[in-house]
């Protein structure tokens, strides 16, 4: 039975153990998408993982829909990210970009200048976006991507995958989890199209799985991984009726594209709906390559689910945010520091690369 500190191997690349850092925001980026070199620091601290997917980077202008994220369409981008890579990469670590285009989930405030909030129809979700000019501001009704707009951003995700193996890292991870722009095609709630690209589940998968295989065609099944989160309802991604046959549906087409792994959200501990456990072993049954899941796990629940198979890499976020030697300390059976909440995307080092090791706790 496979524990924790096994290595596996995942497309082309050898996993040093089966702890996988979760994607996680930090926006400590500049107005540009530029990480500044401190970042490289965060992720080096947390290269006892086998494997790093980074913070959500948005292919696109367009995608920079939040304070401060990254990007990795500019040259400046791909050197800042390279910096990270080159700190990593000694220490063992692999390293996967996660690919994230906020869509409609933005705020022209947030942007570039001449970029645009769009998303499969105009369809403002429900809720508010933080901007660093002027607070809280409702999210706005994006613009509806026409055909052009589509290809366009299909063109984008392609790029940033083959930057992102120009920067150094192992493959990318496609956003479609957690309501942005690839979840907004798949949710009939967000995706009202008339054309190839809405209507039934055939249709609304249609943007993802075309995103799918251009970056396959950019950089090799072996580098792209995909995230999605079947009965997540995060930036007003309500359940409906047919969530669990048009996510078995996806993934059948996740497996004829042969693609490197398949990461499932469940953010019940968060107080999400439960993902039930039928939805999973669907994807465990059909989706042939690397599963991996996350969501509120500490090393006992991870242990117990490696071991009955039910995953092949265990994602873990909070956690890691807070313990740069998380794996030390699952292996040893140390106490955890707890996630300061108030830092998680505040600009500067502060709650960020000061979370003490347990080194520092016995004064070494
Ligand atoms: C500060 C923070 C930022 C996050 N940003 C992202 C993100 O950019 N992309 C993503 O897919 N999930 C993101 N998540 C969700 C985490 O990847 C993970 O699914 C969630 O925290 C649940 O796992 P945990 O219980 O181990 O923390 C974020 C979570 C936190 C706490």
Same mark, same amino acid.
């Given at each position: 039975?496979?524990?924790?500190?096994?290595?596996? @191997?995942?497309?082309?690349?050898?996993? @040093?153990? @089966?702890?996988?850092?979760?994607?996680?925001?930090?926006?400590?980026?500049?107005?540009?998408?530029? $990480?500044?070199? =401190? #970042?490289?620091? *965060?992720?080096?601290?947390?290269?006892?993982?086998?494997?790093? !997917?980074?913070?959500?980077?948005?292919?696109?202008?367009?995608?920079?829909?939040?304070?401060?994220?990254?990007?990795?369409?500019?040259?400046?981008?791909?050197?800042?990210?390279?910096?990270?890579?080159?700190?990593?990469?000694? /220490?063992?670590?692999?390293?996967?970009?996660?690919?994230?285009?906020?869509?409609?989930?933005?705020?022209?405030?947030? /942007?570039?200048?001449?970029?645009?909030? !769009?998303?499969?129809?105009? /369809?403002?979700?429900?809720? $508010?976006?933080?901007?660093?000019?002027?607070?809280?501001?409702?999210?706005?009704?994006?613009?509806?991507?026409?055909?052009?707009?589509?290809?366009?951003?299909?063109?984008?995700?392609?790029?940033?995958?083959?930057?992102?193996?120009?920067?150094?890292?192992?493959?990318?991870?496609?956003?479609?989890?957690?309501?942005?722009?690839?979840?907004?095609?798949?949710?009939?709630?967000?995706?009202?199209?008339?054309? +190839?690209?809405?209507?039934? !589940?055939?249709?609304?998968? +249609?943007?993802?799985?075309?995103?799918?295989?251009?970056?396959?065609?950019?950089?090799?099944?072996?580098?792209?991984?995909?995230?999605?989160?079947?009965?997540? #309802?995060?930036?007003?991604?309500?359940? =409906?009726?047919?969530?669990?046959?048009?996510?078995?549906?996806?993934?059948?087409?996740?497996?004829?594209?042969?693609?490197?792994? !398949?990461?499932? #959200?469940?953010?019940?501990?968060?107080?999400?709906?439960?993902?039930?456990?039928?939805?999973?072993?669907?994807?465990?049954?059909?989706? @042939?390559?690397?599963?991996?899941?996350?969501?509120?796990?500490?090393?006992?629940?991870?242990?117990?689910?490696?071991?009955?198979?039910?995953?092949?890499?265990?994602?873990?976020?909070?956690?890691?945010?807070?313990?740069?030697?998380?794996?030390?300390?699952?292996?040893?059976?140390?106490?955890?520091? #707890?996630?300061?909440?108030?830092?998680? *995307?505040?600009?500067?080092?502060?709650?960020?690369?000061?979370?003490?090791?347990?080194?520092?706790?016995?004064?070494?």
């Amino acid at each position: 039975m496979p524990t924790l500190f096994d290595p596996l @191997r995942v497309g082309e690349i050898e996993l @040093r153990n @089966r702890i996988v850092m979760a994607p996680m925001t930090r926006s400590r980026a500049d107005d540009a998408g530029v $990480q500044p070199p =401190y #970042v490289a620091e *965060y992720y080096r601290q947390r290269a006892s993982a086998g494997l790093i !997917i980074t913070e959500g980077t948005s292919p696109s202008p367009n995608g920079l829909g939040y304070a401060r994220i990254p990007g990795a369409f500019s040259q400046e981008q791909v050197a800042g990210w390279r910096l990270v890579t080159d700190a990593v990469r000694p /220490l063992g670590a692999r390293m996967f970009m996660q690919l994230m285009h906020t869509g409609r989930v933005g705020h022209p405030l947030n /942007l570039p200048s001449g970029a645009r909030v !769009i998303g499969p129809s105009a /369809l403002a979700a429900a809720g $508010q976006m933080y901007t660093d000019a002027e607070g809280m501001q409702p999210l706005p009704v994006p613009e509806a991507m026409s055909a052009a707009d589509v290809a366009a951003a299909i063109a984008e995700y392609t790029q940033a995958a083959k930057n992102a193996v120009a920067a150094g890292f192992d493959g990318v991870e496609l956003h479609g989890a957690n309501g942005y722009l690839l979840e907004q095609f798949i949710r009939p709630n967000s995706n009202q199209r008339s054309d +190839r690209y809405g209507g039934a !589940i055939e249709g609304r998968a +249609r943007f993802v799985l075309e995103t799918v295989e251009a970056a396959i065609a950019a950089i090799g099944k072996e580098k792209v991984g995909i995230r999605l989160s079947p009965f997540g #309802v995060f930036n007003d991604m309500p359940l =409906y009726d047919a969530m669990e046959s048009d996510y078995a549906y996806l993934a059948q087409e996740l497996q004829k594209r042969d693609l490197a792994y !398949i990461h499932l #959200v469940d953010h019940s501990s968060m107080g999400a709906p439960t993902v039930p456990q039928s939805m999973k072993d669907t994807f465990r049954r059909v989706f @042939r390559n690397t599963l991996i899941l996350s969501g509120g796990y500490d090393a006992p629940r991870a242990e117990t689910d490696l071991a009955a198979g039910k995953a092949d890499l265990i994602a873990v976020g909070k956690p890691f945010l807070a313990n740069p030697d998380l794996v030390a300390r699952w292996q040893g059976g140390h106490e955890l520091n #707890v996630p300061d909440m108030s830092t998680f *995307y505040t600009p500067g080092p502060q709650g960020y690369t000061d979370y003490a090791t347990l080194g520092d706790a016995v004064g070494t």
